[in-house]
């Protein structure tokens, strides 16, 4: 039987040796991957890592907490403007230009919290989307950052720009490994909030907020403190985005992009540190490989375009990505509400209690 006899084993980060050797290895997969990958993968495989980073924190908000948000594209948007500003205007260094946009996001995450006090459900989830559309709109209204015209990074210095110290990242391979760093240290750091007394409380909120403010547990501070762990998180995630992108606009943190974010963390499990992993590894694979460019993929794609065509338009086909997106979604909920992670449990008990 698998008892927890003490704190440390609940709070561990291995639980075991075939825990740690996998992880090890998975992690030194990681790390040789540029070593025989293309110029594109090693794009893809960023932007996997950037969804990542967004995906958990998100999964904080809606898998741990019980709170729903369709604004997440403006805590993205935030980071990504934020860390560009600070660092044109001000010469911030990078890792000082990112944490602080990030810190920015995470107070408008805590404003946007106060709503969630007694907003539930479908009225959170309007209260949300409007602010992910209010922030795409003010920001393509002021010229400081860049307009309707958009905005474009500026050199990856990880030193202190115009000095000795000036330290600028120009290869692809550079900042893939800085974003697998950071991203495994976002993913750690999340595991380990959700260990502690304040990732308790938010879980408590999850199951019953009357009884968690029975048991102590003070709903005004976790409610918005959820929101602004999760806006953190979207922050960082955004600041890496957008050197990930080189140039983006308002319209790249459009609507659609927050309900991405939601169906990512859906499909991979709520309330799982794998799931949202599994789910932003899925959903960005799917858009910005498999689904892309369907006209031009073997066997399939002349039989798409003549549907297209007979019922369609052949500009439409382009539309099939988000159709086929939404039918994953459907068919995660009805046949493994715990997504992909209940999958991987399904498979993981078949293999225990293999052959019987």
């Given at each position: 039987?698998?008892m927890?006899?003490d704190?440390?084993?609940?709070i561990e980060?291995f639980k075991?040796?075939?825990i740690?050797?996998w992880?090890v290895?998975f ?6 991957l540029?070593l025989?990958t293309?110029s ?5 495989l960023?932007?996997?890592m950037?969804?990542?980073?967004l995906?958990v924190g998100l999964?904080?908000?809606?898998g ?5 948000s ?11 403007y934020?860390t ?6 001000f010469h911030?260094p ?9 810190f920015?996001a995470?107070?408008?995450?805590f404003?946007?919290?106060l709503?969630a006090?007694?907003?539930?459900g479908?009225?959170?989830a309007?209260a ?10 003010i920001i ?8 309707r015209?958009g905005?474009?990074?500026?050199p ?7 000095t000795?110290?000036?330290w ?5 391979t ?5 974003i697998?760093i950071i991203?495994?240290l976002?993913v ?5 909030i959700?260990?502690t ?6 879980v408590?909120i999850?199951d ?5 403010e029975?048991i ?7 409610k ?7 806006a953190?998180?979207a922050g960082?995630?955004?600041?890496l985005?957008?050197f990930?992108?080189g ?9 659609i ?10 499909v991979g499990g709520l309330?799982s540190?794998m799931?949202?992993?599994?789910g932003?590894?899925?959903i960005?694979?799917?858009q ?11 066997v ?12 369609f338009t052949?500009i ?11 039918l994953i979604?459907?068919?995660?909920i ?8 209940g999958?991987?449990?399904?498979i993981?008990?078949?293999?225990k209690t293999w052959?019987?």
């Amino acid at each position: 039987m698998d008892m927890k006899r003490d704190y440390y084993e609940d709070i561990e980060l291995f639980k075991s040796g075939t825990i740690l050797f996998w992880s090890v290895a998975f992690l030194v997969f990681l790390f040789t991957l540029p070593l025989y990958t293309e110029s594109y993968t090693m794009f893809l495989l960023k932007l996997i890592m950037v969804h990542v980073i967004l995906a958990v924190g998100l999964n904080i908000l809606v898998g741990y907490t019980g709170q729903i948000s369709l604004g997440h594209a403006g805590f993205y948007a935030i980071g990504a403007y934020g860390t560009a500003i600070l660092m044109m205007q001000f010469h911030l260094p990078f890792f000082i230009a990112i944490i602080l946009a990030a810190f920015i996001a995470a107070a408008f995450g805590f404003l946007l919290g106060l709503p969630a006090l007694r907003l539930e459900g479908p009225y959170l989830a309007i209260a949300t989307l409007g602010f992910g559309l209010t922030i795409m709109h003010i920001i393509g209204r002021w010229d400081v950052f860049g307009g309707r015209m958009g905005i474009k990074m500026p050199p990856l210095d990880l030193g202190i720009p115009g000095t000795a110290y000036s330290w600028v990242l120009k290869s692809e391979t550079g900042m893939y490994y800085l974003i697998l760093i950071i991203a495994v240290l976002m993913v750690i750091g999340a595991r380990n909030i959700m260990k502690t007394r304040v990732g308790r409380s938010f879980v408590a909120i999850r199951d019953s907020d009357i009884a968690a403010e029975v048991i102590g547990v003070n709903l005004t501070l976790y409610k918005t403190l959820a929101f602004a762990v999760s806006a953190f998180y979207a922050g960082i995630a955004g600041g890496l985005f957008g050197f990930v992108l080189g140039f983006f606009d308002p319209f790249t943190f459009n609507m659609i992009l927050s309900i991405v974010f939601l169906v990512m963390v859906v499909v991979g499990g709520l309330g799982s540190m794998m799931g949202p992993i599994a789910g932003a590894t899925l959903i960005t694979y799917l858009q910005y490989d498999l689904l892309k460019n369907l006209a031009e993929k073997p066997v399939i794609g002349d039989f798409l375009v003549d549907i297209s065509r007979r019922w369609f338009t052949v500009i439409g086909l382009e539309n099939l990505n988000g159709i086929i997106l939404g039918l994953i979604m459907i068919g995660i909920i009805i046949f493994e509400p715990l997504g992909m992670f209940g999958i991987w449990i399904r498979i993981k008990k078949y293999w225990k209690t293999w052959p019987f």
